[in-house]
């Protein structure tokens, strides 16, 4: 029939892919950031190193020995046989590479020594410096003292009962017994009171600093001797009343590194140990820095 309507048909193409290209790139480009990773660690390397390390990295793998056999073999019989016959040396060998190693830098070994000696006189250099800062201080304290004695009418007349002077533990100040004047009551530990004003003086000169003291007493060589009580006691004591009226005085105890009494052993004036000169009191402001030996000086 004319009218019958012609049916629509529909067609549809199905489009293929573009198939599967593989993961080869993957792998080269992994190959490639793992590449340039590497070469940047590189970079880095030889950019930290110093130049002594490199100069040791090539000595570690540089041969240390070189072979002149020319036989092909290099052990233990160098290409040689056991018999007696068979003991040649093959004129076919080519020579083995030879690598001329150069004797070890001496440059470095006496670049180090250089190095250290210099060290060493810088040190030397700077203990003599804080040496003689330190012998400043003690010279400002000596004069301080020698001072407020010459000053201080409460310490008039005191000038004859104390020595000052340099020793090889440092600073020493003694305080000294006269004829006329003794530091301490007769047989005992009880400070008078002009003394007393003389150490509370010594403690305001010396407070400021910040070296150690070491504090002995001293008698003469006169026995005194009651009930067991003996010299020994008696300049211990003598020693340890000091070290209190310095504390009193303001001076830090944490400073007092030690008290001792002598007795009679260490006299002042050594031909006549009997003389009241030989009683005192030591106190010494101990050297914080070493005395440098004559050959650093």
Known sequence: MADEIA???????KKGGHGHHGGAWKVAYADFVTAMMAFFLLLWLLNVTTTEQKEGLADYFAPTTASLNQSGADGMLGGRSLQTDGAQISNLGVPS???SIAPPDSGRKNESADARKTREMEEAELLERLRQIEEASFEQAREQIRQAINTDPNLSGLKDHIIIDMTPDGLRIQIVDQFNESMFESGSANITARIRSL???IAK????????LSIS??????NFSTAGYSNW????????ASRRALIEAGLDAERIERVTGLADTDPLITDDPSNPGNRRISIILLRETPVLPPNLK
């Open 205 to 212: 000169s010396i407070k400021e600093l910040p070296n150690g």
């Open 233 to 240: 006691e008696l300049s211990s004591d003598r020693a340890n």
């Open 7 to 13: 049916p629509i048909i529909v067609k549809k193409v």
């Open 97 to 99: 590479a030879v690598s």
């Open 217 to 222: 007493g001293h008698t003469d060589s006169d």
């Open 199 to 201: 150490i509370e003086m």
